[in-house]
């Protein structure tokens, strides 16, 4: 289990109350910007199934090999289980090589990817291209919050936060446009054409001040700082207090910071950040992003296949914005609430439309019902269970053992990721769409209950009192505190 604990990487910093608020330099952006084109990749591979498949299986295509059920199965689900490996081993590769430098590197298993895929004669090869690119979505999910969140001012981090989700669901939606015109084997060049830009643009970026500090590379580490600050800013304060964090955090004891996660007051937020995780995939929401074109060719919708996921692609881009305008005021219960509500109301009316369509009615006149339950649906998971584990994970963990929790917790949700793609096609042969919906649709019944039992209001309110009020003891300021990771699927 030590190999989790190197992803202690996370470093409190004390910000002074009365600092003047910081401006947002061009560098910082130009950084958030180049390695959140990873996450833009992250959600073109996520969506990649829902349009590949149905390519591979149209004669048109000459694919030299049978999809069957179990096939598509595994081409869904062997990403995030590839991911979950590829979230442990980021620990050890952002702490030995550099946050910056790791995340470099996962362009080029990107690139391969795509190539494995595009030239794939043989099932055994495409399940291979994507597990190498499920191996970089893990390590990259790591890596880049943990990247943000010691480059980014917290003065203006929300505004440069949303960045991942943002061109994540971008990358979602370049995939559901680019795959009504594509086969699947351009659609997976294209996929690895994307990890250029994203090469490019992270190889003019300098490594993470912290980084520096903890290898003893003083001088690089001014020099990154100032890079991020401007040339014209006084970083001598806040080069004092990375370094200051540095000595404090290396003289804690990193190595019992696993078995700390199921000590005493540590366990409650711990449990609370995997059971959002744990509702967050639980509601399907991968599977309807990696399934969205069979479903709506399932449902028999009156409106075309591909112009439903394009759609479908669209809502969810924008519903992002919508949400990082309402999470600091309304509150994150909230917008919680909201999203259980209309997630388990869609979700119903999904298992209502499929349930007569299977049994032989005529639902012809209710066509529209599969395309707008799911713009629902996806608005409503992208307000709420969408972004919110992520941020809260960042808000409710304690400093002392956020940085093996979040690994574990990271591992869990693409553990939960794999367990829902892999078994979709199976549960749907078993009970049929209606009662795959259904189930999805009682499991955020049970979120709803999960939130208002147990989840605490972290809206304005600083670290020290959440820490404060669920284990009764205050904490610093951390640097990555509000910072969200790119997303498997949506």
Not at 34 to 46: E, K, N, T, Y
Not at 249 to 261: K, R, V
Not at 407 to 426: G, H, I, L, P
Request: net charge positive; glycine share 8%.
């Amino acid at each position: 289990m030590k190999i989790l604990l190197r992803a202690d990487t996370h470093v409190n910093i004390q910000i002074p109350i009365n600092a003047p608020k910081a401006k947002c330099t061009v560098s910082q952006v130009l950084a958030a910007l180049s390695v959140s084109l990873g996450s833009m990749i992250i959600g073109f591979s996520s969506s990649f199934p829902s349009l590949a498949v149905a390519s591979m299986q149209d004669n048109s295509t000459n694919t030299p090999f049978e999809v069957t059920d179990e096939i598509e199965s595994w081409i869904g689900s062997i990403m995030p289980l590839s991911a979950l490996i590829g979230g442990i081993a980021g620990g050890p590769c952002i702490e030995y090589l550099g946050r910056r430098n790791t995340i470099l590197m996962t362009a080029f298993p990107f690139i391969a990817s795509g190539l494995l895929i595009g030239l794939s004669q043989n099932v055994p090869q495409v399940l291979l291209g994507r597990a190498v690119c499920g191996f970089s979505v893990g390590i990259a999910s790591l890596s880049l919050p943990v990247y943000l969140g010691e480059t980014i001012q917290p003065e203006v981090r929300g505004t440069l936060g949303i960045l991942p989700t943002s061109l994540g669901n971008m990358g979602i939606l370049l995939c559901f446009v680019a795959g009504a015109y594509l086969n699947w084997r351009n659609l997976a060049y294209l996929g690895g054409i994307l990890s250029i830009p994203f090469l490019l643009m992270t190889l003019t970026i300098p490594e993470t001040p912290r980084w520096y500090v903890s290898k003893g590379k003083t001088k690089k580490a001014q020099k990154a700082l100032q890079w991020f600050r401007g040339k014209n800013t006084d970083i001598t304060e806040e080069m004092t207090a990375v370094e200051k964090a540095h000595i404090d955090s290396e003289q804690q004891d990193s190595e019992s910071s696993f078995t700390e996660l199921f000590r005493g007051t540590n366990f409650k937020p711990f449990l609370i950040s995997i059971g959002l995780m744990l509702f967050q995939q639980l509601s399907g929401i991968n599977a309807v992003v990696f399934y969205a074109v069979k479903i709506f060719e399932d449902a028999g919708s009156t409106v075309d296949k591909n112009l439903s996921a394009i759609i479908l692609g669209i809502v969810n881009f924008l519903a992002t914005f919508i949400a990082t305008g309402l999470i600091d005021r309304t509150g994150r219960k909230i917008l919680l609430y909201i999203s259980a509500i209309l997630m388990t109301i869609t979700l119903f009316a999904l298992g209502a439309f499929f349930y007569f369509k299977l049994r032989n009615y005529e639902v012809t006149a209710y066509g529209w019902i599969p395309l707008t339950s799911m713009i629902i649906y996806m608005i409503g998971f992208s307000l709420g269970l969408g972004p919110i584990p992520w941020l809260m994970m960042g808000e409710i963990l304690p400093a002392k053992i956020r940085g093996s929790a979040a690994s574990v917790v990271t591992s869990f949700n693409f553990f939960c990721t794999f367990a829902v793609t892999k078994t979709f096609t199976d549960v749907t042969n078993l009970c049929g769409e209606d009662g795959a919906f259904c189930i999805f649709g009682f499991i955020c019944i049970i979120s709803l209950i999960f939130v208002k039992t147990c989840v605490p209001e972290t809206q304005g309110r600083s670290l020290e009192e959440i820490e404060k009020g669920l284990t009764g003891r205050s904490r610093r300021m951390s640097a990555v505190a509000n910072m969200k990771p790119a997303p498997t699927a949506c």
